[in-house]
């Protein structure tokens, strides 16, 4: 499937051009006849005989960029001053930065932030720990642990190559929720490292988000912090898109008008990802999924069955399938991909029951070109921003640890989880919800207030 032309991949080009009056015209369709679109156009200087012009337009990549300023410079009169990509540009320098909450203009000021003043507050914490969260920073902090093993759809890039998108993280735990969220980048892929170091930073925050951490090593480093710390341990990977996949699916049964516990599941992946989808569908009631990976359908007697695939396989496949991924399709209401690109046809999911649903997950390239899969799938939902229904984990894991700080909680729960799912679901009414808009924008003013609300209520109730 060809990418469409995406402002994640945009330049700004600085172009000295003739002043004549078809000048701006010519650029324009210049950058559109190789591909591009134009979302940007100013004059930034003129004098008599020439203009400066910044222009700004979307591309397919660094390649397809290339294209384009090549087809500028070979305009006649036009000059190539500078290209800019936007994305690094907005990185220059990393997008976070720490700001002082209280005022430092006098000597008083200071021995009360510092000495002598903080050692009273040293000293209360010291007698009562649990006034950390009242006086210091771990009330609202979470953080954002790697080792860079499974970095996006990019694989093991090490953690310094992780750092931009833990950035990214932390930038979307404040947009969305207002909390202080820290990248942490392991040096490190040990296991037994990776949880000392985790527990022993602990004391700072009132959270930790694992994210982009290799199967099945971080099924382990899960559960070890969650028995050693007080605070809850989520892995975005796995429990933030189970919850948006489990809300999705929810709004789009709603569409097709079928109930979760009659419908037949595909589910293509059992990593990370994968296995906490099928424990919350299961959770949430569903009760014929059969599960797929790199060599077929997983069932108990598949030959060389991998350990951590016995208990997928033990909870699932109640009719016995087994085969092929595709085979396997046939009848099936619902796939769910959260595996590799490409696994599937437009005619393959032709072959799915009537009204069928399609989440094809995988980045940037789905498991099925979302085009052909709407020619035959009622429901299509993606991991792209550039098609209805983006199924996007920045739904739920801000909602997720609000609700969490706000409750004190010191844990996550499998109820905590359905709770979120059932709250970003209910975020889109009756009248909003069709075939297009089955999960709400991840600007929905609503959605982490929606979703902190259930997931600090369920955490209460759980205490």
């Given at each position: ?35 591009g679109i134009v979302t940007a156009l100013d004059v930034t200087s003129s004098a008599h005989e020439r203009i400066t012009v910044d222009v700004t337009c979307a591309t397919r990549g660094e390649e397809h960029a290339k294209e384009i300023v090549d087809a500028l410079r070979a305009l006649p009169g036009v000059v190539v001053d500078r290209v800019s990509d936007r994305t690094f540009l907005l990185h220059l320098g990393g997008k976070l ?64 190559a992780a750092l931009p998108v833990m950035e990214g993280k932390a930038v979307l735990f404040k947009r969305f929720a207002g909390i202080d969220a820290f990248p942490i980048a392991l040096d490190t892929t040990d296991v037994d490292r990776i949880v000392d170091t985790v527990v022993a930073i602990a004391p700072v925050f009132a959270g930790i988000n694992l994210e982009d951490i290799s199967a099945p090593r971080c099924f382990e480093i ?242």
């Open positions: 499937m060809t990418s469409a032309p995406s402002v994640s991949s945009s330049i700004t080009t600085r172009l000295e051009v003739e002043a004549r009056p078809t000048a701006v015209s010519e650029l324009t369709t210049a950058i559109e006849r190789a591909g930065s720490i700001e002082s909450k209280v005022p430092l203009r006098t000597r008083d000021d200071l021995s009360m932030v510092y000495t002598p003043g903080v050692a009273r507050v040293c000293e209360a914490i010291a007698a009562h720990p649990e006034d950390a969260r009242r006086l210091t920073i771990k009330r609202n902090t979470v953080a954002v642990v790697t080792d860079g093993t499974a970095v996006l759809g990019l694989g093991n890039l090490g953690p310094l899960e559960r070890r912090l969650r028995e050693r710390l007080d605070i809850p341990v989520f892995h975005d990977d796995q429990h933030g898109t189970a919850i948006v996949v489990v809300a999705a699916l929810t709004n789009a049964l709603r569409v097709v008008g079928k109930q979760l516990p009659d419908v037949r599941i595909l589910l293509s992946g059992a990593g990370a990802a994968g296995t906490a989808v099928l424990k919350l569908l299961l959770a949430a009631g569903a009760r014929d999924v059969v599960v797929a990976d790199v060599d077929g359908v997983v069932h108990a007697a598949r030959p060389g069955l991998a350990h951590e695939l016995v208990w997928t396989a033990e909870h699932t496949n109640p009719r016995g399938v087994t085969g092929t991924l595709v085979g396997a399709l046939a009848g099936m209401d619902v796939f769910i991909g959260v595996s590799a690109p490409d696994v599937l046809t437009g005619d393959d999911v032709a072959t799915m029951a009537p009204d069928s649903i399609v989440f094809a997950l995988a980045n940037p390239r789905p498991e099925v070109d979302p085009v052909d899969a709407a020619k035959h799938a009622a429901v299509v939902g993606t991991g792209r921003s550039d098609f209805a229904n983006q199924i996007n984990n920045v739904l739920a894991f801000p909602g997720v640890f609000r609700g969490l700080l706000d409750a004190r909680s010191h844990r996550i729960t499998e109820s905590m989880l359905l709770a979120a799912a059932r709250a970003l679901a209910s975020t889109v009414t009756d009248d909003e919800l069709n075939a297009t808009y089955i999960v709400p924008s991840v600007f929905h003013p609503d959605v982490t207030t929606v979703v902190a609300a259930a997931v600090e209520k369920a955490a209460r109730d759980d205490t």
